[in-house]
């Protein structure tokens, strides 16, 4: 029985009625949040905010807007703040009304789950092994041409790889072309040193049809909060806002938007080379053994096991052992010896080794 009832990592209540693991004791890899926590100072801001609770949050988020334009040298009409990525996808479907809805699996479910409970038909198509998990070009440019609306991941979860610079700007120019617009997942983007991303942010007004949809929750480490943006045309993002419910994004939230954004360029910088090193290992280790990985760039592995483990009999073996990883044998293209690890700090990893060792060599 999947421990995902949700369709997602992180749900240590589950797991914890499960395995008989306390809440608090648990070492998460099934959510993909930053090792090193929230920026410095971040909960003392947080605790000095309490009293404010008794105000309702601007519903215009104005002081994030301004500060992530400036960010992201942007017009602040380009911009929709939400209460995480998963609204914004959810504002893209209602504001824009698509009637088919293209997905490249596998990829992050509430692409297709979303599209669904707003009524649209989702049209899958599906990236190769040989590509590690991306789809062709000209299939998700044939995806494009065939949809009103198309949901790519970059770098995609859960597999981690990027679509290259052309790739995207063909898929862009597809989506003028047919009239459809093309949804980029940039969730995990900030993970990859910024001379790797590969995003269409300084094109973004070439392309109409464009919308990049960002976390500051995983990067940020407060998925308590629930954060993220849309950036796209401002007749798009006006459409978006347009089904936005009033004050779905609360004041701590925003205040955490705003510090965040502040933060010392070195808390970037650490968790950047934090999660390369850690990553580097964790494939090595994971390949001394027996298990497959692929070649992802953000704070995730997406690992296969040898036989005769799959996703379930492992993650059961760990959870009692108060390890938690994310099967990924539901995800459409994947195999049930699949699971994705996130990356976390040195401690983790290494606790994580020592128990994927005790249980495969037992």
């Known amino acids: 029985m999947e421990l995902e009832i949700f369709g ?16 608090g004791e648990w070492t998460d890899f099934s959510a993909n949040i930053n090792p090193l ?29 301004k500060q992530l334009a400036e960010h992201l ?3 602040e009409e380009m911009l929709v703040i939400g209460n995480g990525a998963a609204e914004n996808m959810a504002l893209a479907l209602l504001g824009l009304t698509p009637e088919k809805v293209g997905v490249v699996e596998p990829c992050f479910s509430e692409y297709r789950t979303l599209s669904e409970q707003f009524g649209a038909q989702v049209q ?36 981690g790889v990027q679509y290259s610079l052309d790739e995207l700007r063909r898929f862009a120019a597809a989506g003028e072309r047919y009239g459809t617009y093309v ?5 995990f983007i900030d993970f990859i040193p ?21 976390s500051m929750t995983k990067f940020y480490a407060i998925p308590g909060l ?19 419910v009033t004050w779905s994004v609360n004041s701590l939230a925003l205040l955490a938007g705003e510090y965040c954004l502040r933060a010392d360029a070195s808390y970037e910088q650490a968790t950047i080379e934090l999660v390369k090193r850690q990553r580097d290992l964790l494939m090595g280790e994971l390949t001394r053994l027996g298990c497959q990985t692929w070649p992802g760039e953000a704070n995730f592995l997406l690992v296969r096991l040898p036989e005769p483990w799959t996703a379930e009999t492992m993650q059961t073996a760990l959870g009692r052992r108060g390890v938690l990883v994310r099967s990924c044998a539901m995800y459409p293209g994947l195999t049930e010896r699949d699971i994705r690890l996130a990356v976390k700090d040195e ?11 005790a249980i495969m060599r037992g």
Do not use: W
């Not at 990236?127 to 991941?153: H, M, N, Q, S, W």
């Open 347 to 357: 401690p983790a990893c290494s606790k994580l080794l020592r128990e994927l060792e």
């Open 183 to 187: 949804v980029v997942d940039e969730a």
């Open 194 to 214: 910024e001379p790797k991303r590969r995003t269409l942010l300084p094109e973004l007004r070439d392309y109409p049809h464009l919308i990049l949809i960002r």
């Open 73 to 75: 040298q942007v017009e």
């Open 124 to 159: 899958l198509v599906f990236g190769t092994e040989a590509r590690a998990f991306k789809a062709a070009p000209e299939v998700v440019e044939d995806l494009i041409r065939e949809t009103d609306l198309a949901f790519i991941g970059q770098p995609n979860n859960p597999n």
């Open 37 to 65: 926590g929230p920026p410095p100072g971040l909960l003392d801001a947080l605790r000095e905010a309490l009293p404010g609770i008794v105000r309702y949050p601007d519903p215009g988020h104005r002081g994030l807007v």
């Open 8 to 23: 997602h990592g992180g749900d240590l209540v589950t797991a914890s009625v499960r395995y008989g693991v306390a809440a």
């Open 226 to 244: 629930r954060l993220g943006y849309a950036i796209t045309h401002p007749e798009t993002a006006q459409r978006m806002r347009d089904k936005q």
